[in-house]
């Protein structure tokens, strides 16, 4: 829209067509409260009446033709506003809207997609707001914004066309006019948002310059951004407790039970308010008054549209969510609750915590050397000897907790760590590397927010920084690491440990956008699946397992996001994994996901650490296989195979030698007894041939008492050839000779041949 509005001209009736079609919003239902013209364009509105569930409200940058249509050369959005109610005074945002590549576009509620040319210029630009039949057939003109310079003789909009007519706005209430200044690079409505009685009389208010902030062209309209979601609000309730401490009880307000418009304000009473009982609570803008604390206690919620004034308290209790929309001013605490004295990732959940001798006076401490090492650890992932952890050291300086870190903390007894500080207002962007050499890539973060983040939203919003066979979050549970995805939730006060791929600045991000209230969410949270868990068990009761889920559309190759490599951040020289049925790298797996019809003809390497010596165990537990599936460990040193998903089976063996990968064991399912038709399967079924550095050719699943292997280049020249005495691995170093590039291995032994391309560095 680089012409802008006249209004000349006569009204046209377009709106007696609203009551034909059934769209309920109307001209002044929503108005602009911000703009940003500069590096990629945003603005916001406010709802001034509720928005009823699945609306479509479009907005265009380009000029009405003066009946009833636009002249085409400018761009669209299209706002769907999503399946619930968008109660009146709700701020909304629209992010980097002049390209749908960007990687914020979209809208803070619903979604959007883009038509056009849609962009905006401080010079004479603008937006309309309307509902329509489609995007090019408006029915109702709902608001509109004009930015940029003012003609006294020619009004407001410098006499360039018709632009605005015949859309029922009016300029002072449903048109916002802002030119106070030259080419305004951004703006922002910055008045009182809960100073009005109805919602209607914010129009003339919002409309008014003199209450906007505003950017010239000078400026930088990307400083405004991101705008204030402080709601509007025109009710006022406030907590009197005269029953109970109970929130969700409306004998306890002076006007209501507080809804996501309410001004609601907590004096100093006699009874406190606590949000308890499974309630899911909601305010507009909340002030707790000097002397009074408001409590959440675990598995309840409380979203604040607004504003949160915290002059008195506020404390969440371990699982607890508070979820805030506005601004907030004043402490609050958080209790991370941790049931037992191990050790625990954690991350502070609020802004501004320190930790020194006082803060740790209930934390283990631990001698080494002549230095006192807190019980209050980051890990480091930077030294040639692999990963390690630093110990605040008694008698240190004070340290803030840094938002988004992980840390390793232990408690002398069971009890809660009380982080005190402001709420998290912005997003976190963190920088994850790949440490000392690329051979350590862990690095251990957290949730910086008072309330969940879903896994599967964090990996897609990372997923191009984390290393693509480790794209999960990992968490310790006392005992064991355990990957998680899918629909599982990071707690608030959740340490975790992420994978990454480079080591690029700020290459993890933590958004706010990400935030949620889940209930029934334990501090390990895990999915339960259908599942078959392989554990080893050492002589001294010592436990690890592996995990097989088999889920609809996965492969036997490697699926990212579904195949967890193993934790290697820790020792390894007791453990258990898999590798990939299908084309395997050598890599270490504590997860793989398999598809779900092809049980009979899946094979599963299944690898394991262990000493010499040591009598181990291998058992399995399964869930929701279905009906008649057994379970089997194939040894293939001893020969043998074991059904083991039978009540109290178990596979046991005794190393004469140290065992370190795969090529021994495997798992099998089957409906009928593999036990009696052991000798008759497909011999290339367990073949693996992967490069486990860049000159060792590893083979293992060989089943013959000796075997050829020859190398060819992609002429067909044989380059290689060598025999062995099989085992159940074959490491081959390539001599420096062979240069880097694709090879065909071909395999050959008395029990059949098999072959792999394989590219060399």
Not at 88 to 98: I, R
Not at 349 to 363: F, L, R
């Amino acid at each position: 829209m680089k012409k802008k509005y006249s209004l000349k001209g006569i009204l046209l009736p377009l709106f007696f067509l609203t009551s034909i079609i059934g769209i309920s919003q109307s001209v002044g239902d929503i108005t602009f409260i911000a703009f940003n013209t500069d590096g990629d364009k945003d603005f916001a509105i406010v709802a001034l009446a509720n928005i009823t569930p699945n609306s479509t409200i479009y907005f265009t940058d380009d000029e009405t033709n003066g009946s009833g249509g636009f002249i085409g050369s400018e761009g669209i959005i299209t706002w769907s506003s999503g399946s619930e109610t968008i109660a009146a005074g709700t701020v909304v945002l629209f992010t980097d809207v002049d390209h749908n590549a960007n990687l914020n576009f979209g809208a803070s509620i619903g979604s959007i997609t883009r038509t056009g040319a849609f962009g905006l210029s401080g010079n004479k630009d603008g937006i309309i707001a309307y509902i329509g039949t489609d995007a090019t057939t408006p029915t109702t003109y709902l608001a509109a914004i004009q930015i940029g310079n003012a003609n006294s003789e020619l009004g407001p909009f410098d006499g360039d066309g018709i632009t605005l007519t015949s859309t029922g706005l009016t300029i002072g209430t449903t048109i916002v006019v802002i030119d106070n200044v030259a080419s305004p690079d951004g703006g922002k409505y910055a008045e009182s948002r809960s100073n009005k009685t109805a919602f209607s009389e914010y129009l003339t208010s919002i409309s008014d310059t003199t209450k906007w902030t505003t950017v010239s062209s000078s400026g930088d309209g990307e400083t405004l951004v991101p705008f204030s979601q402080e709601a509007f609000t025109t009710d006022t309730t406030v907590w009197t407790g005269g029953t109970n401490a109970v929130w969700n009880l409306a004998e306890n307000w002076d006007n209501g039970i507080p809804t996501s418009s309410s001004l609601t304000t907590i004096p100093n009473v006699a009874t406190s308010p606590i949000i308890s009982s499974g309630t899911t609570a909601f305010a507009g803008n909340i002030t707790i008054d000097a002397s009074e604390i408001l409590t959440i206690n675990s598995a309840n919620s409380l979203t604040v549209s607004g504003v949160l004034i915290i002059t008195g308290a506020l404390t969440i209790n371990s699982g607890g969510s508070l979820l805030l929309n506005g601004t907030s001013s004043g402490n609050l605490t958080y209790n991370v609750n941790v049931n037992n004295t191990d050790w625990h990732l954690v991350s502070s959940p609020i802004v501004g915590e320190q930790y020194d001798d006082a803060w740790n006076t209930t934390n283990s401490i631990t001698v080494s050397g002549t230095l006192l090492n807190d019980a209050v650890s980051t890990y480091n992932n930077t030294t040639s000897t692999g990963g390690t952890w630093d110990y605040f050291q008694t008698g240190a300086a004070a340290t803030t907790f840094n938002q988004g870190q992980g840390y390793s903390l232990k408690r002398t007894e069971a009890g809660n760590y009380g982080f005190i500080g402001v709420f998290p207002t912005s997003d976190i962007q963190l920088s994850i590397t790949q440490g000392f050499g690329a051979l350590n890539n862990w690095n251990l973060v957290g949730n910086p927010f008072p309330s969940y983040i879903k896994v599967s939203e964090l990996i897609a919003a990372n997923r191009t920084n984390l290393t693509n066979t480790h794209e999960f979050v990992y968490v310790w549970d006392g005992t064991n690491y355990t990957a998680l995805n899918g629909t599982d939730y990071i707690h608030p006060g959740q340490g975790f440990f992420v994978n990454a791929a480079n080591s690029n600045a700020n290459n993890f991000a933590i958004a706010q956008s990400l935030q949620s209230h889940q209930t029934g969410i334990t501090f390990y949270k895990e999915t339960v699946n259908p599942t078959i868990k392989v554990f080893i068990t050492a002589k001294n009761n010592t436990q690890k397992f592996t995990e097989i889920r088999y889920i609809e559309n996965t492969t036997k190759e490697l699926d990212p996001g579904f195949d967890a490599g193993t934790f290697t951040a820790q020792s390894t020289n007791f453990s258990v994994f898999s590798h990939l049925v299908s084309n395997s790298e050598g890599i270490d797996f504590m997860l793989q996901s398999l598809p779900k019809d092809d049980y009979e003809n899946t094979i599963i390497p299944i690898g394991f650490n262990a000493v010499s010596g040591k009598e181990i165990t291998f058992s399995i537990k399964h869930q929701s296989l279905p009906d008649g599936l057994m379970v089997f460990i194939e040894d293939r040193t001893k020969n043998n195979i074991t059904r083991v998903d039978e009540s109290n089976s178990e596979y046991k063996i005794t190393l004469d030698s140290d065992n370190n990968g795969i090529g021994r064991l495997y798992l099998r399912t089957s409906t009928t007894d593999l036990r009696k038709e052991f000798y008759t399967d497909d011999y290339n079924t367990r073949i693996n041939m992967y490069m486990t550095a860049k000159r060792t050719l590893r083979i293992t699943g060989i089943k013959s008492s000796n075997a050829n292997i020859t190398l060819y280049n992609i002429l067909g020249e044989k380059i290689l050839n060598r025999s062995f005495s099989s085992s159940s691995i074959i490491d081959l170093e390539l001599p420096s000779t062979i240069r880097a590039g694709i090879y065909l291995v071909k395999l050959e032994t008395k029990k059949g041949n098999t072959h792999k391309k394989l590219f060399i560095q």
